[in-house]
Antibody
């Protein structure tokens, strides 16, 4: 069955770089897009960026200068790297599978909680 | 950016009532709206795609309607498991955005 699972450090120091991995199973990264979505505690959802099935990427302009998404199709993994972290980057980070050219998100990972603190 | 405004912020109901949740877009987005349910400490779950298309495995009491700027998620006869937060999301613009959510709570 389709599964996505995020992994990464739970604690990151301010100004450092966040590195997260989304490991997928049950589908191919060359057939579906994978997106990163962030949620501050008690708040709504914020789309960060995506990896298209053809390897192209696009980002929310709010993160463009410090966000990078890449993948390793042989390992079925999508990576998020975001630098210059601040306390306001604290939150839960999800990866989700996208369907369609104007996508909805049909499967989500469990999320990984990231705290930015010294 | 396309802003999605959800109302009400909180809806207090008793089980068995039928409810309508609203999502209004800041510009016309055709039917590029999707609805999610998020229970406490869980990931979002897709309920409705493209305004009114049903999703396999989602109870038939959930339905969606609307086009352009005004959209509605309807729950026919709310059950106890439905008390959670509901979000709409637009995919008309390539900068995908979510609404602030409507919390459905027990009255």
């Amino acid at each position: 069955q389709v599964q996505l699972k995020e992994s990464g450090p739970g604690l990151v120091q301010p100004s450092q770089t966040l590195s997260l991995t989304c490991t997928v199973s049950g589908f191919s990264l060359t057939s579906y897009s994978v997106h990163w979505v962030r949620q501050h505690s008690g708040k709504s959802l914020e789309w960060m960026g995506r990896m298209w099935s053809d390897g192209d990427t696009s980002y929310n302009s709010a993160f463009t200068s410090r966000l990078s998404i890449s993948r390793d199709t042989s390992k079925s993994q999508v990576f998020l790297k975001m630098n210059s972290l601040q306390t306001e980057d604290t939150g839960t980070y999800y990866c989700a599978r996208g369907r369609g050219a104007d996508p909805y998100f049909d499967y989500w990972g469990q999320g990984v909680m990231v705290t930015v603190s010294s | 950016n396309i802003v999605l405004t959800q109302s009400p912020a909180t809806l207090s109901v008793t089980p068995g009532e039928s409810v309508s949740l609203s999502c209004r877009a800041s510009q016309s987005i055709s039917t590029s709206i999707h609805w999610y349910q998020q229970k406490s400490n869980e990931s979002p779950r897709l309920l409705i795609k493209y305004a009114s298309q049903s999703i396999s495995g989602i109870p038939s009491r959930f339905s969606g309607s609307g086009s352009g700027t005004d959209f509605t998620l309807s729950i026919n006869r709310v059950e106890s498991e439905d008390f959670s937060i509901y979000y709409c999301q637009q995919s008309y613009s390539s900068l995908y955005t979510f609404g602030a959510g409507t919390k459905l709570e027990l009255k």
